[in-house]
């Protein structure tokens, strides 16, 4: 039921795959959708669940975060991580995500809270070793953002929604993988830079 769902809502989006048409292609009772997930919002909940696992798994988040590499090769192994599952020919669970981060539904808070929120935190925790920025100010959330984008446009130009970026995401992985490592520890490093330059202006004011 999962699996159908997945490409069925990847393929036309959340408002247009009925009920109906998912447990046709499931091969399943309509009525099975309500016994295991409640309703089609709670078995989209679940399709947007089981499609950020398989982009990025917790599990690997945490390995990463915990081993005694530097910083900086933290960050190669999460931009790795994200290359891997977004390379090649995409398959359903990076299309709903990209639908959903193009055109948000009102299911996208449990999407947030229990997959991506946990998963942000362990990467705001790497982004903190590497920049000298405390977890919690907002230095560190525009690190985040910034470092993240380009992998957000990937998501959305990898499922052909803007044509220049195609290009851009047909280049060799290594090049990618390069490329956007040298970009984000750039970066990282600048905004550090920059975070202690204004926290030691504002302790001399003080």
Not at 70 to 75: A, F, I, L, T, Y
Not at 124 to 141: C, F, H, K, Q, Y
Not at 147 to 171: E, Q
């Amino acid at each position: 039921m999962l699996e159908s769902a997945g490409l069925l809502f990847a393929a036309a989006g959340f408002a247009e795959t009925t009920s109906t048409s998912i447990a046709k292609h499931a091969g399943a009772d309509v009525a099975s959708i309500n016994y295991h997930f409640g309703s089609r919002n709670g078995l989209y909940q679940a399709v947007l669940a089981e499609a950020h696992r398989r982009v990025i798994r917790l599990e690997v988040l945490q390995q990463i975060a915990s081993g005694k590499r530097p910083g900086s090769d933290k960050v190669r192994l999460l931009i790795d991580q994200f290359l891997h599952a977004t390379s090649g020919v995409p398959g359903w669970p990076t299309r709903v995500l990209a639908r959903e981060l193009l055109s948000p539904t009102a299911n996208a808070h449990v999407l947030l809270n229990q997959e991506i929120a946990p998963k942000l935190q362990i990467v705001l925790g790497i982004l903190s070793g590497v920049t000298r920025i405390p977890v919690g100010e907002p230095a560190l959330l525009r690190c985040l953002v910034s470092t993240g984008a380009p992998g957000l446009m990937m998501l959305v130009g990898a499922n052909g929604y803007i044509a220049p970026l195609r290009d851009f995401v047909a280049s060799p992985r290594e090049d990618l993988a390069l490329h956007l490592h040298a970009f984000a520890m750039g970066g990282l490093k600048a905004a550090g830079r920059l975070y202690a330059q204004n926290t030691g202006r504002a302790s001399s004011r003080s």
